[in-house]
T-cell receptor, first 116, second 113 residues
Framework: GAVVSQHPSWVICKSGTSVKIECRSL??????MFWYRQFPKQSLMLMAT?????????EQGVEKDKFLINHASLTLSTLTVTSAHPEDSSFYIC????????????FGPGTRLTVL | GDSVTQMEGPVTLSEEAFLTINCTYT??????LFWYVQYPGEGLQLLLK?????DKGSNKGFEATYRKETTSFHLEKGSVQVSDSAVYFC????????????FGTGTQLKVEL
């Protein structure tokens, strides 16, 4: 159990367009989900914490109007990169924490975004 | 702020060799420490953890001991296998930090026959 999926696994888009990435907990409910960004040869950087039914909490330096997060259900959170630019190209990873039980994050496989 | 430093990779070893991946940390407060593993094409998986000084986390033959005096949590395995080839991330979580994880940069391990 505790499987997290992301869709799409990779996406290429043109500069100025918006891209939506989905994060789903497949076999458990997740009140809290986390969105990370990873640059090549660098660590995962937490972008925001997403709580079901409430506004996301963004880390310092992350533009909330550019990275829109919606956690509308206990199994789905979405990250929308608005008006994407080449510098937004990165690897985006989500994780989910079970609503009840152990305090552990379960990670998705990541989404590679390339903005041309 | 909190940070994790781990050795750069890639680390290339022959099968059955001894593995050490160094990890040191700085933290405000008393952190829990973790090692995650990421196999190709998969998400990060928790490998082992330790929540207080001198605790030893272990799993699948891997071990790491929480050393408060040296602020370290080095990952070791006595005999690696080809199937251990993956990227390993050291991470910490500070109590009261909202369950936020702070990661190191990851170390790629390649095990060859």
């Amino acid at each position: 159990g505790a499987v997290v999926s992301q869709h799409p696994s990779w996406v290429i888009c043109k500069s100025g367009t918006s891209v939506k990435i989905e994060c789903r907990s497949l076999d458990f409910q997740a009140t809290t989900m986390f969105w990370y960004r990873q640059f090549p040869k660098q660590s995962l950087m937490l972008m925001a914490t997403s709580n079901e039914g409430s506004k996301a909490t963004y880390e310092q330096g992350v533009e909330k109007d550019k990275f829109l997060i919606n956690h509308a259900s206990l199994t789905l959170s979405t990250l929308t990169v608005t008006s994407a630019h080449p510098e937004d190209s990165s690897f985006y990873i989500c994780s989910a924490r079970k609503t009840s039980g152990i305090n552990e994050q379960f990670f998705g496989p990541g989404t590679r975004l390339t903005v041309l | 702020g909190d940070s994790v430093t781990q050795m750069e990779g890639p680390v290339t070893l022959s099968e059955e060799a001894f593995l050490t991946i160094n990890c040191t940390y700085t933290a405000t407060g008393y952190p829990s420490l973790f090692w995650y593993v990421q196999y190709p094409g998969e998400g990060l998986q928790l490998l082992l953890k330790a929540t207080k000084a001198d605790d030893k986390g272990s799993n699948k033959g891997f071990e790491a001991t929480y050393r408060k005096e040296t602020t370290s949590f080095h990952l070791e395995k006595g005999s690696v296998q080809v199937s251990d080839s993956a990227v390993y991330f050291c991470a910490l979580r500070v109590t009261g930090g909202g369950n936020k994880l702070t990661f190191g940069t990851g170390t790629q391990l390649k095990v060859e026959l």
